[in-house]
């Protein structure tokens, strides 16, 4: 496994993203919803590997959640940044990063395929994320 790490622009939030697979061979997404067009995010995971989130300063932690609601996207009240989202399915953790939030953003990582999910219903898009997402965890302070 090789760690990278992320962060929000002021270091309130950031995170490790473990994964033993290159950042050549990530599958980096472009979701088309408004959301992400906004905030240019570049999503990535590995069902294989891990992401834990670090809330340094909680009192700046923004959870957004929109559309179906099923799922934390994680802004920095301070500077503004989008860092990744949580869900939590059957009692489990999972999460995705933003590319562009990681310190330094390796050279390797391919183009983003542009994804729409507008179709799934929650049932669909838990069962997506349960095979997609990494294991995560939250951790506050």
């Known amino acids: 496994m090789t760690t990278h790490t992320g962060r929000c622009h002021c270091g309130a939030i950031g995170f490790t993203f473990d994964t033993a697979a290159e950042p050549a061979g990530w599958s980096v997404r472009a979701c088309q919803c408004s959301f992400c067009r906004a905030h240019s995010a570049l999503s990535t995971s590995d069902p294989r590997g891990s992401v834990r989130f670090r809330i340094e300063r909680p009192e700046n932690l923004t959870r957004y959640r929109f559309g179906l609601r099923t799922a ?16 939590s399915i ?40 349960a095979q997609r997402w990494s294991p995560a965890e939250l951790v506050l302070g």
Request: glycine share 8%; charged share 25%; hydrophobic share 45%.
């Open 72 to 87: 934390d996207f994680l802004l920095c009240r301070e500077c503004g940044v989008y860092v990744g989202a949580l869900t």
């Open 90 to 129: 059957d009692g489990r953790w999972f999460g995705i990063v933003n590319v562009n939030a990681l310190q330094p953003i390796p050279a390797a990582v391919r183009e983003a395929l542009a994804m729409s999910y507008d179709g799934e219903d929650a049932t669909q898009r838990a069962s997506r994320r």
